[in-house]
């Protein structure tokens, strides 16, 4: 089991090369941008799918090979929409990176009880996310 700083780094680390496609209060859309999609092919899928299943709030999720994507169903009361689009901008500002931690680390941790182990991922497909 990871520890919460440990999801965090991890979902910031994969950030750096993913950016939003689209977004609307509980789903989201992030795709691979043209330099990141060579450095994420290299990427066990495994990895990116269990942290993103290890996220209190996470709701579902699915990964979209070809279209190098991946669309999250989120519960936007605990992770609030704002949050993602600061979440998102790290890859072109990456001196947001330590405030970005600190908001994600501090929300969850107000419901430490949430983080949970790794799940298999509810859908990996090969269609258009």
């Not at 939003?20 to 859309?29: D, E, F, M």
């Not at 709030?57 to 669309?71: C, P, T, W």
């Not at 330590?98 to 994600?104: F, N, S, T």
């Amino acid at each position: 089991m990871h520890t919460p700083e440990q999801l965090i780094d991890g979902l910031l680390d994969h950030m750096l090369y993913l950016s939003i496609a689209h977004h609307v209060a509980g789903r989201i859309r992030v795709k691979a941008n043209w330099n990141g999609a060579q450095k994420l092919g290299t990427i066990n899928e495994g990895q990116l799918t269990g942290i993103v299943a290890s996220i209190p709030g996470i709701l579902d999720y699915r990964v979209n090979k070809k279209a190098l994507s991946l669309v999250i169903h989120y519960d936007a009361d605990v992770l609030p929409p704002p949050l993602w689009e600061e979440l998102a901008s790290v890859g072109q500002y990456p001196g947001k990176r330590d405030q970005v931690r600190r908001q994600l680390l501090t929300l969850l941790a107000n419901d430490p009880e949430r983080f949970r182990s790794p799940a298999a991922p509810q859908s990996i497909t090969s269609a258009e996310a």
